[in-house]
Structures are given as structure tokens and as C-alpha cells.
């Protein structure tokens, strides 16, 4: 079943346009949102969730219209974005209990299992929090209401590594069951190397690929080889690095057909993003 | 029971690296027949793969007739007798030996060469 589907959605603003951004997500996956800064995650990700109206497009969440079922649907959704930074000189509790009454389905042994799981201490201030602690207790009221959808804007970000790791640990669990899905975006991305079912990339406000992980990196090749045969292939890559002995670059797989005496590997998701920014991104 | 140890240095693609050890204990009689193996999620949560991953690594298995599938039940090891064991195990010696000889003979190695590196390095 869907979850959640993006259709055509536009926004422009005077130095920047997401442009037809589509993309979709099952229940029971994790999709990682990836991007340079300033490629447009965020902004797409707030234009769902409508905290920046958008110009056109249809946004469906459980197979419902988004903008007209806008109260209700928010119920289903866990969001994020960043780590706390408003109120800080008030203590975390009493954020918590504003926040809560907003939520329907609001669990507080939920909540609190995460404020311990994430070793919380609702006595202090917002101010007195880490950045990493601003982050896990943002993700806290995210998660406390049981929500099918999670939309997590740069979870990850801020996290020292065993951090991380327990928290992409944490990701594993909530889709276990199924029912849920997560969409989170991270320019980390070796978070997403194992856990991510699906890949969305966006580039200059261009979605450049979206599906699956693995069906994505068995797509391309990085290739290796020497000048002269840089000139040969340079048709058919994406985009290339040329050294002192050589060169790397990237290539779809379809376009490798008669080279297969070159050094080619599978690539990292980074090494995609790396390629496609150096070519310019989104077309 | 099943075991799986994912290699992250390894080229080879995640879900073949599942295929490989699973299917390698079935033919080897480590995994008996009628086995139920753990659910996809619950497999993608302890190895901390992407359940695409590990689902698409139950297909091929599915697809080759190592394990079938009762709806609602789960994934279970065939029952796979002495002879289809052989015909498999000479199957994916076959389609792993193809792809190293053509690398040797890349490598300008005579059969004879090939043969006694073989010898050398088995009883190593």
C-alpha cells in the first residue's frame, strides 16, 4: 500500500524552484532522502507537510488528499526538522506537555521510553541541551504518538556515530512490524548504504533518480581507466575526474555495452551524488 | 540455524553475498529440509539490511527451489533429495567456474597451469 505520494509538486522561489519533484513510498520501508545542500530536501519535505504552501501538486498520505485532509492526516505523521530551537530557556517537560495535546493518539509510556532510551533529562532547559540531545528529543515527540509516517529532515545530522547507529538500529524496529514507513532525508549518506529500501535524489530541485537501492547502485558503474580511453566513453558519462594517470568516472550500465575490458565497480550512493553534481545536477 | 555475516568490503552485491551463504547451507545439509527461516523484517532488523535486500535475496532462493513459500506461514527449506542437491551444487559450481576461467585464460593461463594451481592451492 501506499503511504505516501508526491505528484508534480512545484515551488518556486526567486533563486530556486523544486521542480515536478514525484516520488512515492510504501508502507513498511525506509526511503533516504538525498541531496547536496541547498538541492531542495528540506524544502520539499516542508512543501509535503504544507509549512511552506506549495505552488502546485498533489500530495496523498494513506490514499488521501493531503491539503483537504490536512488535520487529520497530521495525526499520521511523525515530523522533524532539526533539533529544538525555540523555547529554549523553557524546560523540555513543559514543551512536551504542549505539545502532546495536539496529538491525539499521544502514548506517555511511549514518550517516556524514548526520553529514557535517549538517556533525557526533561528537568533541563532547551538551552542546557547538546546539539545531539536537541536532536533526540526533537525525534522523541516525533516518534510519541504512533505515527505510520515518519518524515525526518537530516535525523542523523549531529550525532556522534554510536549515536547514529542506534538511532538507524531504531528505524529498523519501527518498520519492522510492517505498518510503518520513514522518509528521511541526510547528506550522511552511509547511513543509508544498508538500511535504506529506496533511494529519492534529488539535485538542483530535480528529482534525478528515485527507486530502489540496490536496482539504483546496480545501475551505474564507476569506471577507471586511461585518457585515451577517457576520450573514447566520454560521450557516455555522466561526468568524469581525469588525473595524472588516468581517469574515474561514472556511467550507467546500459551505456558500458563494449567496454567491459575497463576497470568498472559498483558505486557508493556518495560517488552517484559526487558524479551528478560535477555534471550540474537534475536533468 | 541460519547464518548470515554480511561483508561491507566485499564487491559482491549484499543480497548475493545472503544468497551465497544460505543456499550454500542448504546444500551442504546444515539447514534440514522443512526448516522455517525467520521472518524477512525480522532478518532485516538483526542483520540491519534493508528488507528489499533480504527479500530479494529470498526469491532467488525461492526461484532456484531451495525454499518455498506457505502463504501466511512463512519460508520454509525444500525438501531437496540426494540428486537435486548434486545437479544444484554441480550448477553453481558451473556458473562460478565459467566466469574464474575466463579471467585465467584473460590471464594467459594453459589448462595444465590452471590444473596445478588448483591442486596447489586446495591443500593449502
Same mark, same amino acid.
Given at each position: 500500500?501506499?503511504?505516501?505520494?508526491?505528484?508534480?509538486?512545484?515551488?518556486?522561489?526567486?533563486?530556486?524552484?523544486?521542480?515536478?519533484?514525484?516520488?512515492?513510498?510504501?508502507?513498511?520501508?525506509?526511503?533516504?532522502?538525498?541531496?547536496?545542500?541547498?538541492?531542495?530536501?528540506?524544502?520539499?519535505?516542508?512543501?509535503?507537510?504544507?509549512?511552506?504552501?506549495?505552488?502546485?501538486?498533489?500530495?496523498?498520505?494513506?490514499?488521501?488528499?493531503?491539503?483537504?485532509?490536512?488535520?487529520?492526516?497530521?495525526?499520521?505523521?511523525?515530523?522533524?526538522?532539526?533539533?529544538?530551537?525555540?523555547?529554549?530557556?523553557?524546560?523540555?517537560?513543559?514543551?512536551?506537555?504542549?505539545?502532546?495535546?495536539?496529538?491525539?493518539?499521544?502514548?506517555?509510556?511511549?514518550?517516556?521510553?524514548?526520553?529514557?532510551?535517549?538517556?533525557?533529562?526533561?528537568?533541563?532547559?532547551?538551552?542546557?541541551?547538546?546539539?545531539?540531545?536537541?536532536?533526540?528529543?526533537?525525534?522523541?515527540?516525533?516518534?510519541?504518538?504512533?505515527?505510520?509516517?515518519?518524515?525526518?529532515?537530516?535525523? /542523523? =545530522?549531529? #550525532?556522534?556515530?554510536? !549515536?547514529?547507529?542506534?538511532?538507524?538500529?531504531?528505524?529498523?524496529? %519501527?518498520? $519492522?512490524?510492517? @505498518?510503518?514507513?520513514?522518509?528521511?532525508?541526510?547528506?550522511? /549518506? =552511509?547511513? #543509508?548504504?544498508?538500511? !535504506?529500501?529506496?533511494?529519492?535524489?534529488?539535485?538542483?530541485?530535480? %528529482?534525478? $533518480?528515485?527507486? @530502489?537501492?540496490?536496482?539504483?547502485?546496480?545501475?551505474?558503474?564507476?569506471?577507471?581507466?586511461?585518457?585515451?580511453?577517457?576520450?573514447?566513453?566520454?560521450?557516455?558519462?555522466?561526468?568524469?575526474?581525469?588525473?595524472?594517470?588516468?581517469?574515474?568516472?561514472?556511467?550507467?550500465?546500459?551505456?558500458?555495452?563494449?567496454?567491459?575490458?575497463?576497470?568498472?565497480?559498483?558505486?557508493?550512493?556518495?560517488?552517484?551524488?559526487?558524479?551528478?553534481?560535477?555534471?550540474?545536477?537534475?536533468? | 540455524?541460519?547464518?548470515?555475516?554480511?561483508?561491507?568490503?566485499?564487491?559482491?552485491?549484499?543480497?548475493?553475498?545472503?544468497?551465497?551463504?544460505?543456499?550454500?547451507?542448504?546444500?551442504?545439509?546444515?539447514?534440514?529440509?522443512?526448516?522455517?527461516?525467520?521472518?524477512?523484517?525480522?532478518?532485516?532488523?538483526?542483520?540491519?539490511?534493508?528488507?528489499?535486500?533480504?527479500?530479494?535475496?529470498?526469491?532467488?532462493?525461492?526461484?532456484?527451489?531451495?525454499?518455498?513459500?506457505?502463504?501466511?506461514?512463512?519460508?520454509?527449506?525444500?525438501?531437496?533429495?540426494?540428486?537435486?542437491?548434486?545437479?544444484?551444487?554441480?550448477?553453481?559450481?558451473?556458473?562460478?567456474?565459467?566466469?574464474?576461467?575466463?579471467?585465467?585464460?584473460?590471464?594467459?593461463?594453459?589448462?595444465?597451469?590452471?590444473?596445478?594451481?588448483?591442486?596447489?592451492?586446495?591443500?593449502?
Amino acid at each position: 500500500m501506499t503511504l505516501l505520494n508526491v505528484e508534480k509538486l512545484n515551488k518556486s522561489y526567486p533563486s530556486f524552484h523544486l521542480k515536478d519533484v514525484s516520488f512515492s513510498l510504501d508502507t513498511g520501508y525506509i526511503m533516504g532522502f538525498i541531496g547536496s545542500n541547498g538541492a531542495g530536501k528540506t524544502t520539499t519535505l516542508k512543501s509535503i507537510m504544507n509549512l511552506v504552501p506549495k505552488d502546485s501538486g498533489n500530495i496523498t498520505v494513506l490514499g488521501k488528499d493531503f491539503t483537504q485532509n490536512e488535520i487529520a492526516l497530521k495525526q499520521e505523521i511523525g515530523i522533524m526538522f532539526g533539533g529544538v530551537d525555540y523555547y529554549t530557556k523553557t524546560k523540555i517537560k513543559k514543551i512536551t506537555e504542549v505539545v502532546r495535546r495536539f496529538y491525539c493518539n499521544w502514548d506517555d509510556a511511549l514518550y517516556h521510553s524514548y526520553i529514557k532510551r535517549f538517556s533525557l533529562d526533561e528537568s533541563k532547559k532547551v538551552e542546557e541541551l547538546s546539539s545531539g540531545m536537541r536532536v533526540k528529543y526533537s525525534l522523541t515527540l516525533a516518534l510519541s504518538h504512533h505515527a505510520r509516517l515518519l518524515i525526518l529532515d537530516e535525523p /542523523t =545530522s549531529g #550525532l556522534d556515530p554510536v !549515536a547514529r547507529d542506534n538511532l538507524l538500529e531504531l528505524f529498523q524496529e %519501527i518498520i $519492522e512490524d510492517g @505498518e510503518h514507513s520513514i522518509l528521511f532525508s541526510t547528506h550522511i /549518506t =552511509s547511513d #543509508l548504504e544498508k538500511c !535504506a529500501d529506496y533511494i529519492t535524489y534529488i539535485e538542483n530541485g530535480h %528529482i534525478v $533518480e528515485s527507486r @530502489e537501492k540496490d536496482d539504483l547502485i546496480d545501475a551505474y558503474r564507476v569506471v577507471k581507466g586511461t585518457r585515451d580511453q577517457l576520450s573514447m566513453l566520454a560521450p557516455n558519462l555522466i561526468a568524469s575526474k581525469v588525473h595524472a594517470f588516468g581517469f574515474t568516472g561514472l556511467i550507467k550500465v546500459e551505456d558500458l555495452a563494449g567496454n567491459e575490458n575497463l576497470v568498472a565497480e559498483p558505486p557508493s550512493l556518495e560517488e552517484i551524488m559526487i558524479y551528478y553534481a560535477k555534471k550540474g545536477g537534475g536533468t | 540455524m541460519i547464518n548470515i555475516n554480511i561483508s561491507g568490503a566485499s564487491k559482491k552485491p549484499i543480497y548475493q553475498q545472503i544468497f551465497d551463504q544460505v543456499s550454500g547451507q542448504i546444500v551442504r545439509g546444515e539447514l534440514a529440509p522443512g526448516t522455517m527461516l525467520p521472518p524477512i523484517r525480522t532478518v532485516a532488523k538483526e542483520l540491519r539490511i534493508s528488507v528489499i535486500t533480504i527479500k530479494k535475496a529470498w526469491e532467488d532462493l525461492e526461484r532456484l527451489g531451495f525454499i518455498y513459500t506457505m502463504v501466511g506461514r512463512g519460508c520454509f527449506v525444500a525438501d531437496l533429495t540426494a540428486g537435486d542437491l548434486m545437479g544444484k551444487r554441480s550448477s553453481m559450481l558451473a556458473e562460478k567456474l565459467e566466469k574464474d576461467i575466463a579471467y585465467y585464460k584473460s590471464l594467459g593461463l594453459t589448462l595444465h597451469e590452471i590444473i596445478e594451481a588448483v591442486k596447489k592451492y586446495y591443500s593449502n
